[in-house]
């Protein structure tokens, strides 16, 4: 179901994680499946916590000092590098205790999909053909948002070296001079850039790639009373006897992608739309007083951070929709007999729709992505009310 090519990507996303020599997976193109190293787990972990976490806390404090009482127009792309940097660090530090479960969710799905297309897809047509390359330009673009966001990174890095966001502003000015501490800087910096952008990246596109083929393939074809020529697997899955287990282990699949990725749901969503605010307000407000390299980082963090967002939203609320449809047209399906659909009406009653939330606090649906964008649109002029009043 999925191509060699999209394969190929996860490999290569492994691959270019593992040029620093302590990446936590190892890609195996014969059996498509992520492996693992612990000493490599323990190395990352020793890498984060007793060098970025206590790093980024003091750092912290310095950008709000400096908020407070330094220059304002040097404030934008210090607090664009900070909240970045932040952003990644907390998903990192966050998904380094999740590693077992990254494993198992792609694990789980590989075998699910391989297992679906051998009892129940036939020949695939166009159609088929056209959503899977949708899924490996999606998953090339992610690729390449690794491969630009280090490069971005440690050019920055080198360009900036002293800047609060990086371990150089501790080292006296002087010291940054010598290039044997210059090159063992930017060295290091660029060695965490690569671990964190990969595992931040592999994690999305695990996820994206879930969100997708379960939204566009999957779910659609548990869905009865459609035309005939809409299903791409045989009639056989949408019968008594084989679609409840079926979708009994779509659920444990979506449980371990909720295991992965349903924390950081939130405390993500929340730091993006702050970061995209204070862009939109700075923007607004420091025009005039701002360079040109800082007018362009914002608009670019500002854009980007809300397609970003509002595309996860979309794909996460249309998987809801799906989810909701496709248990209210078993309501309506005659499944052969009165016993079979009375079972069949405890079963569905049974079943929750398939769907991204968080608990039952939060559930991400269709009009979630319009909400979001309206809260920026109204935040932003609600600040800007704010301060001239």
Request: proline letters at 3%; aromatic letters at 16%.
């Amino acid at each position: 179901m999925i191509t060699e090519y999209y394969y190929n990507i996860v490999g290569g996303c492994i691959a270019f994680g593992s040029i620093i020599g302590s990446f936590p997976f190892r890609w195996s193109y014969k059996n498509r499946k992520i492996y693992a190293s612990t000493q490599n787990e323990w190395i990352n972990q020793f890498f984060i916590f007793m060098f970025y976490l206590p790093h980024y806390i003091l750092q912290t404090i310095k950008v709000i000092w400096f908020q407070i009482c330094g220059d304002f127009n040097s404030i934008p792309i210090l607090y664009i590098a900070w909240v970045f940097a932040t952003a990644i660090l907390i998903q990192a530090m966050v998904q380094i205790f999740k590693l077992t479960d990254i494993r198992r969710m792609f694990t789980l799905f590989n075998k699910y999909l391989i297992d679906f297309k051998v009892s129940f897809i036939r020949d695939h047509d166009r159609r088929t053909l056209l959503k899977m390359r949708i899924l490996d330009m999606l998953s090339t673009c992610c690729m390449g948002c690794i491969v630009i966001g280090v490069c971005f990174g440690t050019f920055h890095h080198a360009i900036f070296p002293s800047d609060p966001t990086y371990v150089g502003s501790l080292i006296a000015e002087q010291d940054l001079n010598i290039p044997l501490v210059y090159f063992t800087l930017v060295f290091g910096y660029f060695t965490g850039l690569v671990f964190m952008f990969t595992l931040v990246g592999l994690q999305v596109n695990v996820m994206m790639t879930y969100t997708y083929v379960m939204a566009i393939v999957l779910l659609p074809e548990f869905r009865t009373g459609r035309q005939q020529s809409k299903y791409e697997s045989v009639n056989t899955l949408r019968t008594f006897q084989k679609l409840p287990l079926q979708y009994r282990c779509l659920q444990l699949l979506h449980s371990a992608y909720l295991n992965v990725g349903a924390c950081l749901i939130v405390p993500l969503q929340a730091l993006g739309t702050n970061h995209i605010l204070f862009c939109n307000f700075t923007l607004i407000t420091k025009w005039e007083n701002m360079k040109d390299f800082n007018k362009f980082m914002l608009i670019t963090w500002s854009v980007v951070g809300m397609v970003f967002i509002a595309g996860l939203l979309d794909c996460a609320g249309k998987l809801c929709s799906i989810g909701e449809k496709t248990l209210v047209s078993w309501k309506f399906h005659d499944w052969g007999s009165p016993w079979r659909n009375k079972h069949m009406a405890k079963f569905r009653k049974s079943c929750k729709p398939i769907r991204v939330h968080y608990g039952n606090s939060y559930t991400i649906r269709k009009v979630t992505v319009l909400k979001f964008l309206r809260g920026i649109v109204r935040g932003t002029f609600r600040s800007l009310l704010t301060l001239k009043t």
